[in-house]
């Protein structure tokens, strides 16, 4: 992994450049850009690793050519755009650019006319990014346009006292914008149980844009995502519907075990919604099943590649590929119907959610699933997709192993 800027344009010119293929930049490398680096370094696709956490799964992965250390866009969006200026003014041909978390995505949108000049953004402008990943402003328009969403407040447009006045506790306390967020709490949403827990933590989190939301659904698995690539002529390209078995942190967390379920009517309806705005790219429309009314509500749009993108891979619906491979030939095929029944699990998380729990609920591996997953083996092995193993690149996974043995906070990368 290099950390000079100047040694890594030369490692550019050296390893890029002689390769006849439109190179890939993918930037975060944990969990999900090591998939998108597999996904395309697998059909021969250069690719330039970019991480500010030199420990970054994906920057050890046999499919990345280069790997590089770089400015966090949040402490320095100026210091990351010029060193991708700086990569693309060295790189022969353009380059397909893969942001992987929402900071990462708004830095490039935000400075997308000058960078255009070297890469290629497979994705939306800024302004339609914008109405999709602040959450006041998607709800807004969810609401303006009948998509049915939980019961939300909005604060700035009422006091804390005036929303708990109309509350039904528990209830859900979320950021309008996630990142920043996350870093300072390491939670993605706070849950108050009172009138007097949801005040405090409103005044813990008012330097926050926040809203407020009603909990719904019965349970983990009451989360669907819908995963689409939707082309550059506004056509969805292709389509995958996961469920979330399981999460961690357990009550708010990110996925840790997801299995592949088509719902037709998550397709219709999160499709539906990416073109109301417009919206191309590689995205994650997540719903919750409301069995009040048995209606599936949206919660989020992630306009990127998320967390468990390497089980649509593996289910047949390559969405990284098809977004790369409408970047650079405009004609993509589009893909056909997902495998359902394989199950995507991230080990590490997985792991730490059985030890805080007594019981075994359904959804969990079996211990010879272990086994026959680990030795790489068995019916196991083409059912269930491990999040950062592959017996042919092993290295990523090295690096989790040596995670375990560090003291942390827990954070996702993700």
């Known amino acids: 992994m290099i950390t000079d800027p100047t040694e890594l344009l030369t490692a550019i010119r050296q390893k890029i450049n002689p390769i006849d293929a439109t190179p890939a930049v993918v930037f975060n490398c944990h969990i999900t850009g090591l998939e998108v680096a597999r996904s395309l370094g697998k059909r021969g696709v250069p690719i330039i690793a970019l991480d500010k956490d030199d420990k970054a799964y994906g920057l050890y992965s046999r499919y990345t050519t280069v790997a590089g250390k770089c400015p966090y866009p949040i402490d320095d969006e100026r210091g990351f755009i010029n060193l991708l200026l700086g990569i693309g003014s060295a790189l022969r041909r353009k380059a397909v650019l893969f942001p992987c978390l929402d900071e990462w995505v708004f830095a490039v949108a935000r400075h997308r006319r000058e960078l255009e000049e070297f890469f290629i953004l497979p ?16 709800y807004e328009k969810c609401e303006e346009r009948g998509i049915p969403i939980p019961k939300t407040y909005y604060l700035g447009k009422q006091t804390p006292e005036q929303i708990a006045s109309s509350l039904e506790f528990p209830c859900i306390v979320k950021p309008a914008l996630q990142r920043e967020f996350t870093n300072e709490f390491g939670e993605k949403v706070f849950r108050a149980e009172s009138r007097d827990e949801f005040l405090r933590l409103c005044e813990r989190a008012a330097h926050h844009p926040l809203l407020v939301q009603e909990i719904v659904g019965a349970g983990v698995d009451s989360f669907y995502s819908l995963g689409s690539y939707i082309g550059r002529d506004g056509q969805a390209k292709g389509v995958f519907v996961g469920r979330k078995l399981e999460q961690y942190p357990p009550d708010f967390g990110t996925g840790c075990l997801v299995d592949s379920r088509y719902v037709p009517e998550i397709i219709e309806r999160g499709v539906d919604v990416l073109k109301q705005f417009n919206y191309n790219g590689i995205s994650e ?76 609920p359904e959804a969990t591996l079996t211990d010879q699933d272990w086994f026959d997953l680990v030795a790489g083996h068995g019916d196991t092995s083409r059912t269930i997709v491990p999040a950062v193993f592959s017996n042919d690149d092993p290295a990523p996974f090295v690096q989790v192993i040596k995670s375990l043995f560090e003291e942390q906070k827990y954070y996702c990368a993700c």
Not at 128 to 137: F, G, Q, S, V, Y
Not at 333 to 360: H, M, S, T
């Open 123 to 138: 994705f939306s402008e800024l302004d339609i990014i914008e109405r999709i990943l602040d959450k006041n402003l998607l």
């Open 285 to 360: 429309v997540e719903f919750i099943y409301d069995d009040r009314d048995r209606d599936y509500k949206l919660l989020d749009i992630n306009t990127r590649a998320w967390k468990w993108i390497g089980l649509p891979i593996r289910a047949g619906v390559d969405l990284v590929w098809l977004a790369y491979a409408d970047a650079v030939n405009g004609n993509v095929e589009p893909a056909g119907r997902q495998i359902d029944n394989l199950k995507w699990v991230w080990l590490k998380d997985y792991i730490q959610l059985r030890q805080l729990r007594a019981g075994k």
